[in-house]
């Protein structure tokens, strides 16, 4: 974890930085990834871009084991994606604001397959609308977000959540298909 080597124990840093370094600029190396500044990027996350299909991530941003990041994903500053979460761009991308957090086995995908019963599933086509998630939001463990979703500033997705339409600023959302319980205050 970053912290114990940046917040607990100064004398560490040093060598956690020239760490992460190293295998950042390892990362920006082989595939089309940006990195900003004080990140701290898991050796166990998967980070996968293609060309049209960039990985950004802004300062001070957390990346933990078992991650899955696949482009076009936008990260803001201060996002800390937790363990096992997947962040799938499809076509049109993931954006996610400054200082969101995404607590362990989220799953955004911004992309859907047809379902027609004249072609078998997978030959059916692949639509992308893209997810926007804004800034300073928590999405609780589990939580499910479907391609074409907008999630405004300051929002909370309680655990396990299906969120299949937007959600509004300020709003904590909870359950499947994710509903309105209170606004933040």
């Not at 977000?145 to 959302?173: E, H, L, P, Q, Y």
């Amino acid at each position: 974890m970053p912290w114990l080597y940046w917040r607990l124990k100064p004398k560490h840093r040093a060598w956690a930085e020239a760490w992460q370094a190293e295998y950042q600029a390892y990362l920006q190396s082989m595939e089309t990834v940006s990195i900003g500044k004080n990140c701290f990027i898991s050796p166990l996350a998967h980070i996968f871009a293609e060309r049209g299909r960039n990985v950004v991530i802004g300062d001070q941003c957390f990346v933990a084991a078992d991650v899955l990041l696949h482009g076009p994903v936008t990260l803001g500053n201060e996002v800390a994606i937790n363990h096992h979460c997947i962040l799938e761009g499809g076509r049109a991308g993931i954006q996610i604001g400054d200082q969101t957090r995404l607590a362990a086995y989220t799953h955004l995908y911004a992309f859907e397959h047809g379902i027609a019963l004249d072609q078998p599933m997978y030959q059916q086509a692949v639509t992308s609308k893209g997810i926007s998630i804004g800034k300073d939001v928590w999405l609780g463990a589990h939580v499910g977000v479907k391609d074409g979703v907008t999630i405004g500033d300051r929002a909370v997705v309680g655990m396990n959540s299906m969120v299949t339409k937007d959600v509004a600023t300020c709003t904590v959302v909870v359950g499947n298909p994710a509903r309105v319980m209170k606004m933040r205050t």
